[in-house]
């Protein structure tokens, strides 16, 4: 089974800064997938970022960023530049499993981005 | 279409009554998802459908809960006997493929009254 923790509920950053939110994932998997959604009031869940696990490389988004550490499985996101638009519940997600590919998330962050 | 649609948005149900939630995928999507999201918390799974294959129903709460996906496309989740604890919002998913993401629909808000 796979499982995913984010260990923050809630975070606060100002305008114009920088925030990481942290996640940490269990598998038993060789290939799986990572990834980042967001979900501002709107509810609608819009994907941030993703990160094939057998690749090394961090991936980049504009503004957002990960950083992967495949033996810690560690996958926090980075957000620089802050914005009042980035306010949102933000969700680590985790898919994988040979044929499955079943699609885990964890309990989330609430971000707040004050002015 | 070009974004998986999801009715009806809102539901407002007496306790007791069953309904039913539509997921309208994207076209071309083999995989499909449901996720039960109450009040203020994460998205729980609960049952994912991939092509032909049998479906998997391990997050389905109790045997209130049914869903089918016919022709490979359009997928209902059927709530029997609804209570209270249900009320949520019930999200769908489809994907074309892990490495391609998934693309989520805007949620059916289930309020039982």
């Known amino acids: 089974a796979q499982t995913v923790t984010q260990s923050q509920p809630e975070m606060s950053v100002q305008e114009a800064e920088t925030v990481t939110l942290s996640c940490t994932y269990d598998?038993?998997?060789?290939?799986?997938?990572l990834f980042w959604y967001k979900q501002p009031p709107s509810r609608q869940m819009i994907l941030v970022i993703r990160?094939?696990?057998?690749?090394?490389q961090n991936a980049t988004e504009n503004r957002f960023s990960v950083n992967f550490q495949k033996a810690a499985k560690s996958f926090s996101l980075k957000i620089s530049d802050s914005q009042l638009g980035d306010t949102a519940m933000y969700f680590c997600?985790?898919?994988?499993?040979?044929?499955?590919?079943?699609?885990?998330f964890g309990k989330g962050t609430k971000l707040s981005v004050k002015p | 279409g070009a974004g998986v649609s999801q009715s009806p948005s809102n539901k407002v149900t007496e306790k007791g009554k069953d309904v039913e939630l539509r997921c309208d995928p994207i076209?071309?999507?083999?995989?499909l998802y449901w996720y039960r999201q109450s009040l203020g918390q994460g998205l729980e799974f609960l049952i994912y459908?991939?092509?032909?294959?049998?479906?998997?129903k391990s997050g389905l709460p109790s045997d209130r809960f049914s869903a089918e996906r016919t022709g490979g496309s359009v997928s209902t989740l059927t709530i029997q006997r609804t209570q209270q604890e249900d009320s949520a919002v019930y999200l769908c998913?489809?994907?074309?493929?892990?490495?391609?993401?998934?693309?989520f629909g805007s949620g059916t808000r289930l309020t039982v009254v």
């Open positions: 998913a489809s994907s074309l493929g892990q490495a391609v993401g998934y693309t």
């Open positions: 598998t038993s998997e060789n290939n799986y997938y």
């Open positions: 990160q094939e696990a057998y690749k090394q």
């Open positions: 997600g985790i898919s994988g499993g040979g044929s499955q590919g079943n699609l885990i």
């Open positions: 076209s071309g999507h083999t995989a």
């Open positions: 459908f991939q092509g032909n294959s049998a479906p998997d």
